[in-house]
Every structure is written in C-alpha cells, then in structure tokens.
C-alpha cells in the first residue's frame, strides 16, 4: 500500500492503551497519515494473546482489528524481558502475576522477584514488534529493542507499566523520568516504529 493511499484511508492503532495511542499518534504525525482508534471507530474488541513470542501476538491483533475495520492497521506487542528470571516477565508483562494485578502491583512483583539481586546481574530489555496488516493480507514487522537495566526502586512520575523501574542505560535515569521525546527517541517502541516509518518512505 503506497503512502497517499494510507493519508486517504488513515491507520486503525490496534489498542485500547491511550498512552500507547499517544506514542503512535506523535511519531506518525510528520507523515500526515491519519491515526484511528478503536474508539473513534466505535469498534470495541478483546484479542485473547495466545501466542509464545511477540511477533505471534501482534499479528493476532492485526489480524482481527483489519478484518473487523477493513483499514490497515498497526499493531503492537511488547514487554520486559529480565535476564535474572529467564525472560520474565516477557509476553506475559501486562498479564504479569495475574489479571488481579494492576501496573503499580505488576511493578512490585517485579522488584519482589528481584530482591537481592546484584546490580551488575539486573541486566533488562523492552522489547516491541509492532505488525503492519493492509484488507490485501500483506503483512510487515518491525522490531525495537531498548536495553537497560532493572533498579532498586520506582524512579520519575511519567510513563507507563514498567518504565518506572526501567534505567536507561544512556542517561542513566528510569523512563519514568525522561520527557516523551527523549523517551520516543530511545524507547524499544520508537526504535520499532522508526523502522515503520522508514519503510513508509519506500512505499
């Protein structure tokens, strides 16, 4: 799908997360492709996220926000992966200890599971694919890693999930601390997306 047809039929974001709507909606500003939501659509869906990596999970996602929309559409999958618990809480992140939890009680798991852990093994990584599906089945992924590490204690009042306890290992400070262009700019969503928008320009 070529460019000036996305800026005519816009782009469905396949989330209902406003905070990761608001990512999106400022990186694909520059392009003048018009952003839909779920709710701007009055289109309410649950995909149930069966899949064992994130590619798996995005492409659930596309598959059926496009199929219900019938617009291309833009989906996410993405977590925390820890070195120190084998990966966890990886594809599980926003399902971490339980649908009970919220993100405050994911985040203390989290640091409860980490509890004696020495600094130099607190090694960490966010990682996202986000899937790119047009009507015509065509499908595209694109990957962002941001590498980092787990601290002590939650750190900055911004963000989301775990960004709080996430040190960017290039300033130093959590996510939770830094503006949203400085965290667009490093995050594993910005990086994955900037692949996307550079693929754009090729269309």
Not at 98 to 106: A, I, K
Request: hydrophobic share 40%.
């Amino acid at each position: 799908m070529k460019l000036p047809e996305l800026r005519r039929s816009g782009i469905l974001i396949a989330t209902g997360n406003a905070h990761k709507i608001r990512e999106l909606e400022e990186m694909l500003s520059e392009f003048a492709i018009p952003v839909r939501t779920p709710a701007s659509i009055g289109l309410s869906l649950d995909v149930e996220e069966t899949g064992n990596t994130f590619a798996e999970n995005a492409a659930l996602k596309a598959r059926a926000f496009c199929e219900a929309a019938g617009i291309p559409v833009l989906a996410d999958d993405s977590g925390l992966v820890v070195d120190a618990l084998n990966g966890e809480p990886g594809v599980k992140s926003a399902r971490y200890g339980g649908e009970g939890l919220d993100d405050t009680g994911r985040l203390r798991l989290l640091l409860e599971k980490m509890h004696g852990v020495a600094s130099h093994l607190r090694q960490a990584r966010f990682v996202c694919t986000l899937a790119f599906l047009t009507p015509d089945d065509e499908i595209r992924y694109y990957e962002g890693v941001a590498e980092g590490r787990i601290l002590l204690e939650p750190e900055g009042i911004g963000g989301f999930g775990y960004d709080p306890v996430f040190e960017d290992l290039i300033t130093g400070r959590s996510y939770a601390s830094l503006s949203a262009e400085e965290k667009n700019e490093r995050s594993h969503r910005g990086r994955a997306l900037k692949s996307f928008l550079a693929d754009l320009q090729r269309l």
